[in-house]
């Protein structure tokens, strides 16, 4: 599943929307990101994950799940372009975005001083 394909199905689920972060392409819920671009954009996109269900992924399925020192500690998730389970990430794009939905939108960034 590619970034767009991943990304067309998000915005099908109530309460989504097309955003950016970091100037990148990516999907969000209650001003919440799920889906993002990530640092590895020519192997797989990023997908926000509970820290449990990430290294339960990580364990269970390392043909479609990795992990990089950049997102070591953040309850984020790299989703390989070439896994063949593209039911399982459906259903936990599904899930990040039920999860991004019940938690509190994020603060208002401080504005940057001149």
């Given at each position: 599943m590619t970034f767009d394909e991943a990304m067309a199905y998000a915005l099908t689920l109530p309460g989504t929307e097309r955003s950016t972060?970091?100037?990148k392409p990516c999907v969000k819920a209650n001003g919440n990101g799920?889906?993002?671009v990530g640092?590895?954009?020519?192997?797989?996109?990023?997908?926000?994950?509970?820290?449990s269900t990430k290294q339960m992924l990580l364990a269970a399925h390392p043909e479609s799940f990795f992990e990089t020192p950049h997102y070591a500690g953040?309850?984020?998730?790299?989703?390989?372009?070439?896994?063949?389970?593209?039911?399982?990430?459906?259903?936990?794009?599904?899930?990040?975005?039920?999860?991004a939905r019940a938690s509190p939108p994020p603060r208002p960034r401080k504005r940057q001083r001149a």
């Amino acid at each position: 599943m590619t970034f767009d394909e991943a990304m067309a199905y998000a915005l099908t689920l109530p309460g989504t929307e097309r955003s950016t972060s970091y100037g990148k392409p990516c999907v969000k819920a209650n001003g919440n990101g799920v889906l993002f671009v990530g640092h590895e954009p020519h192997e797989a996109f990023a997908l926000r994950l509970e820290p449990s269900t990430k290294q339960m992924l990580l364990a269970a399925h390392p043909e479609s799940f990795f992990e990089t020192p950049h997102y070591a500690g953040y309850p984020i998730v790299l989703v390989r372009y070439a896994s063949p389970d593209a039911d399982l990430i459906r259903e936990l794009i599904a899930g990040a975005v039920e999860a991004a939905r019940a938690s509190p939108p994020p603060r208002p960034r401080k504005r940057q001083r001149a």
